[in-house]
């Protein structure tokens, strides 16, 4: 028994980081949908941005490197566009405030476009990419972040791994990418070296600078992989000059020089589409289905384990979290617990991965 | 002297696809924008994409695959969205129609999109962010193709390489990512295998089911790598998916079934962003190159070779080759030449990576 995951029921879980987030002086509304959006991802699997994430989001707010009573405020707006200013508020309530005015945009003129300047990190990215695909409608969204990945060619870090997301409305499920620019993330990559594990293909370099699977030697190294070697280190590139340049907010450069970590000052773009303007529901529905059936027909490499579309897993996951309980790490759990129960103590973060980057 | 490369003036290389072109019954406009463009890719250096593509284009006119008359057709508009069939019509000319519309409709809204579906091969995606970058416009633009590359955890081809372009207008030079979802192209595969080469990194499966850099392996398993993995595979899907629904097109299943090859009937999808709506350009020109000085100052692996972002190479080898002469593949040269000369022969198809697939 001693490898059974500790499971907890998701409204506990909810409910009790909303209370540590209100204990951190967030206010009600702010706490409920941040608590909400963090046990989602929990909930979804993606315990890296859930729970996992809550105690050092309360250790940002103590040091006032997220101000809980941010709004986002209009700061320009011109057709199907708006730009607003995050105010360092919460990033999870600024993202789902701006994808909520892409779709309302797209609503009045078929696509719309939001870019956010000065925000903080918004956790899972594709929680906004499901937002949308709930609503109907295609969203493309990216965020900058400080630097935590050699660009292509370089021996440190000069680039975000700054993720990309794009999501597709489907009423069997909707398609959700969500993909950061490194082939593994810093957590995953802790996550290995806690296990004792190699990883499955090269994630970076040793001090040697040849590719390795060692979690140990990349985070000696400070040599994450891009994803696609030069591919994902021009993409990280090329999507922060976009984010910064529509939104008139920080390069990941300018973030870096600022030494704040996690996103600080951050940039995002939110764009909605709506599927449905020159096809009916019906058609387009039917046409996904049939691209993701075929998919799904090809060939597998295991006979037990046929071909997925992106998010494909993530709603079996749910359903089964939601009748099991959600899966927990019991120390970030009795810590989350000690927060919601007022504790003001020195917040430790315990999340993999966090010995060797800001992120 | 044998190993160095043939070198053919711009304009005559321009002239010569021109004359081609018109060869093969394309109207006087359209054979100079395709004319132009094919030049201008080899001119950046992307021959795969602009003379070599040349004899094939011509073999499609021949079959009826692409109709050198059709023009894209307005289906459906809706605020800041356009809607187009392109009736099989050449690839560039559609492409290029549309990108410059998504502009236009980015200047009256801020944001443009237009969905083309029922087109044909665009060749080198970055013409259209470069055509945007130089008009100011910050763009996003992608195609679906026929299957080329097996799906993650599929051992066939069951989804399109699909293409994702952004690019960014910078006064010093455009930043443009134009980056294909496999690790490499059939075309490059088939280059080193001509070349006696391995790839510098893994690029698909041998027939025994194991990661390899083994050209001829890979193009006997068929079982090309997605760039970074399981995230090239799942791009390269959501890709699709998002193009056939904005554009009420074909996804790659379907053009699957019709196998005709070469994204005969593919969607597009291109996006045109104003800038600056929020900033002066003289602000956003300033971030944009403080981020890159930023890039270009982290340490190199290689002390003579200092980070690029996507595209820097491109300008230094355009003006390489318009003062000495674009670097062409002899044969293929040869043969582009006969077309002009009025040849009308069967057409070989001679360029490199052909052998087994459609692409």
């Given at each position: 028994m001693a490898d059974e995951p500790l499971r907890?029921?998701?409204?506990?879980?909810?409910?009790?980081?909303?209370?540590?987030?209100?204990?951190?002086?967030?206010?009600?509304?702010?706490?409920?949908?941040?608590?909400?959006?963090?046990?989602?991802?929990?909930?979804?699997?993606?315990?890296?941005?859930?729970?996992?994430?809550?105690?050092?989001?309360?250790?940002?707010?103590?040091?006032?490197?997220?101000?809980?009573?941010?709004?986002?405020?209009?700061?320009?707006?011109?057709?199907?566009?708006?730009?607003?200013?995050?105010?360092?508020?919460?990033?999870?309530?600024?993202?789902?405030?701006?994808?909520?005015?892409?779709?309302e945009l797209a609503k009045a003129h078929g696509i719309g476009c939001v870019a956010l300047r000065n925000t903080t990190h918004w956790m899972r990215g594709g929680s906004y990419a499901w937002q949308a695909a709930r609503a109907g409608y295609v969203a493309l969204c990216w965020t900058n972040t400080e630097s935590s990945m050699p660009l292509w060619g370089s021996t440190e870090p000069g680039v975000g791994n700054n993720p990309f997301c794009l999501g597709i409305p489907r009423q069997k499920g909707p398609v959700v990418l969500d993909m950061a620019t490194s082939q593994f993330s810093w957590?995953?990559?802790?996550?290995?070296?806690l296990a004792g594990r190699q990883l499955p293909f090269d994630g970076g370099y040793d001090a040697q600078g040849q590719l390795t699977r060692d979690p140990a030697a990349i985070e000696e190294s400070h040599r994450i992989l891009p994803a696609g070697y030069w591919k994902g280190s021009g993409m990280a590139l090329a999507l922060d000059l976009a984010a910064a340049a529509l939104s008139g907010g920080k390069s990941g450069s300018v973030m870096d020089a600022e030494g704040r970590g996690s996103c600080t000052g951050a940039c995002q773009v939110f764009i909605?589409?709506?599927?449905?303007?020159?096809?009916?529901?019906?058609?387009v529905q039917q046409m996904l289905d049939q691209r993701i059936d075929a998919a799904h027909a090809t060939a597998p490499v295991d006979a037990g384990r046929p071909v997925t579309y992106p998010g494909e897993h993530t709603l079996g996951r749910r359903q089964q979290n939601l009748r099991e309980g959600v899966v927990v790490d019991p120390a970030i759990w009795a810590q989350v617990q000690a927060l919601a129960a007022g504790s003001t103590e020195r917040i430790v973060d315990l999340s993999a991965g966090e010995v060797s980057t800001q992120r």
């Open positions: 907890v029921p998701f409204e506990q879980l909810k409910s009790t980081i909303r209370q540590a987030l209100l204990n951190a002086g967030l206010p009600e509304d702010v706490a409920e949908e941040c608590a909400r959006t963090h046990a989602e991802s929990s909930l979804d699997g993606v315990q890296s941005h859930g729970l996992n994430r809550v105690p050092r989001f309360i250790d940002y707010v103590r040091r006032g490197w997220v101000d809980p009573e941010a709004k986002p405020e209009l700061v320009g707006a011109h057709g199907a566009v708006e730009n607003y200013d995050g105010h360092l508020g919460p990033g999870i309530t600024n993202a789902r405030f701006c994808m909520g005015r892409a779709v957590g995953k990559i802790g996550t290995y070296r909605a589409l709506d599927p449905y303007l020159f096809g009916s529901e019906e058609q």
